[in-house]
């Protein structure tokens, strides 16, 4: 009595309801599985074809054939591309990457929960291997079966690489007579929440509403009460988290749009435009990571781009004054002089300010 006490007593802190909390004991690993809903002839999954527009069509590419096409219930591999393909607005749950892991979630979900959020801020949830997550890669698996080739389509100009440099993309796939996206179907499943940390759609947001709106009611994966198999349990907290992400980069189009010398993170437009702004002061929109210590130089990776990041330098006593290790996951503006190392921009941390993107009253 007493370790489930502490057990529940820890899940409290972190968030989790005794209402949200799965059945400790998870189901064997070959039922992590869900039924899947049927294929609909029209809806918001459902699209014409490929898109018209030439600046956002990737390219028509086979699924991989040499090994596994499908790696997550988020990413693909096809032929013709050095890298994975991760699906644009989707953050399905993780795989299990470690097998005592996987046997522990196996054997005893809440304990599983209690090692991988240790130390993690609730407000923050962290990835890790769920039951779900290894049913969504399923789903997938055999939702492409009978799929050959896919459409790849970005979802915006200039936006086609995620942060570790994987092609991000709409999936089309023709199933039968109908052309799916097969994005907001894996949403309209319920094995992915439509995850907008990263900014919504700018193509499609309606259809992901409406696809999630048709998960929820329906009660779908990560949406049931309880979901089909063991899930992630804090998705209130992610929600709010990727809604705020959202509602800031909202704001910062605005302000890139009628501001001189602002540029946003991620975009690759904007990248090439700081590579030639040297002694520059200008404003980057980005969320700071780790923190890299080199002797007495310090440096604050602002994520970009895969071996193409933003960066400040400077000494541990200008990194304390900038507060931003306790900015983790926020997006902020970074005011500051523009730099180059080895033809890549940066601020040195002396000249930088730091400011919360403005919201609307």
């Known amino acids: 009595m007493r370790a489930l006490a502490i057990t529940l007593t820890f899940l409290g802190v972190f968030g989790y309801s005794q209402a949200a909390l799965p059945d400790p ?23 014409e074809g490929p898109i018209a527009d030439p600046s956002l069509i990737i390219g028509k590419f086979a699924l991989a054939t040499d090994r596994p096409c499908v790696i997550d219930g988020d990413t693909l591999r096809v032929d013709g591309q050095k890298s994975s393909v991760r699906f644009t607005c989707l953050d399905a749950e993780e795989t299990f990457k470690d097998a005592g892991q996987k046997e522990l979630a196996r054997r005893d979900f809440a304990e599983y929960l209690r090692t991988v959020t240790a130390g993690t801020n609730p407000a923050r949830p962290p990835k890790y291997g769920t039951p779900l997550g290894e049913a969504a890669k399923t789903f997938l698996a055999e939702f492409l079966a009978d799929v050959k080739e896919v459409t790849l389509e970005a979802d915006e100009a200039g936006r086609v690489l995620d942060t570790h ?33 990263y900014g919504r759609s700018r193509r499609l947001h309606d259809r992901f509403v409406q696809a999630e709106a048709e998960a929820k009611q329906a009660k779908r994966g990560l949406h049931g009460s309880p979901p089909p198999c063991p899930a992630y349990p804090d998705y209130a907290a992610r929600y709010a988290w990727w809604s705020e992400r959202d509602a800031d980069l909202e704001a910062c189009r605005e302000l890139r749009a009628k501001t001189p010398k602002f540029f946003v993170l991620g975009n690759d437009e904007d990248w090439a435009a700081l590579e030639k702004l040297a002694g520059e002061t200008v404003t980057v ?25 933003f960066a400040i ?30 033809g890549k921009p940066q601020f040195e941390a002396k000249t930088v300010s730091v400011q919360r993107v403005p919201r609307k009253a």
């Open 285 to 309: 929109v980005g969320s700071p990571a780790e923190l890299i210590e080199k002797g007495k130089l310090h440096i604050r990776i602002i994520p970009h781009r895969d071996r193409k990041d």
């Open 165 to 197: 440099g994987r092609v991000l993309a709409h999936i089309l796939a023709k199933k039968g007579e109908r052309w799916v996206n097969v994005n907001v179907e894996l949403v309209r499943q319920g094995l992915s929440p439509y995850f907008v940390k």
């Open 25 to 47: 004991k998870s189901p064997p690993a070959s039922t992590w599985r869900v039924e899947p809903a049927p294929l609909l002839e029209k809806g918001p999954s459902i699209v």
């Open 313 to 342: 330098v400077g000494s541990a006593e200008d990194h304390a004054r900038l507060g931003l290790e306790a900015q983790s996951g926020n997006l902020l503006l970074l005011t500051g002089k523009v730099s180059l190392y080895q």
